[in-house]
Nanobody, 114 residues
């Protein structure tokens, strides 16, 4: 079992910034990927393996940056130059690359006013 606790959502004006955090706890082993999704978990935003490989949606490249602190089992999403279309509930995801583990956080709301 893996538990994910997200924080950092909120209301921001277009052009502003927010930083999301997601702390994982429980049965965490090497060989995993953590990241962020939105739109009812259907749209990948950014992911990062514990080895440092990253993947971004084209719509956020150059504006969002994903990072990880493996010692703290925490993933971050720095969101800059936010647009109204970025508004969504953002979900943290933890997925093992070695077994069937696939867990979701409860979601954190990001609202961008124009």
């Amino acid at each position: 079992q893996v538990q994910l606790v997200e924080s950092g959502g909120g209301l921001v004006q277009a052009g502003g910034s927010l930083r999301l955090s997601c702390a994982a706890s429980g049965s965490i082993f090497s060989g995993n990927i953590m990241g962020w999704y939105r739109r009812d978990q259907r749209e990948l935003v950014a992911t990062m393996t514990d080895g440092g490989n990253v993947n971004y949606a084209n719509s956020v490249k150059g504006r969002f940056t994903i990072s990880r602190d493996n010692a703290k089992n925490t993933v971050y999403l720095q969101m800059n130059s936010l647009k109204p279309e970025d508004a969504a509930v953002y979900y943290c995801n933890f997925k093992s690359l070695l077994n069937s583990y696939n867990y979701w956080g409860q979601g954190t709301q990001v609202t961008v006013s124009s």
